[in-house]
């Protein structure tokens, strides 16, 4: 293999890895803003009017 195709070669493998890592970069952006509304929404209660208040009629 002569050097021109070697680096031309060269040149998309740093291509495709930046693009990877982009990617990723990308992903993991997405997968933390959706593990914090999940954790928002698993820290509001189910039902909020239940447990305030006692009915002592007997």
Do not use: W, Y
């Not at 021109?4 to 930046?18: D, E, H, I, P």
């Not at 693009?19 to 698993?42: C, P, R, T, Y």
């Amino acid at each position: 293999m002569d050097v021109g195709k070697l680096s031309m070669v060269m040149r998309q493998a740093n291509l495709q890895t930046q693009v990877s890592f982009g990617v990723m970069g990308k992903v993991m952006d997405q997968a933390e803003v959706q593990n914090a509304e999940l954790i928002k929404m698993l820290d509001q209660p189910i039902h909020p009017d239940l447990g305030h208040s006692i009915d002592v009629k007997a």
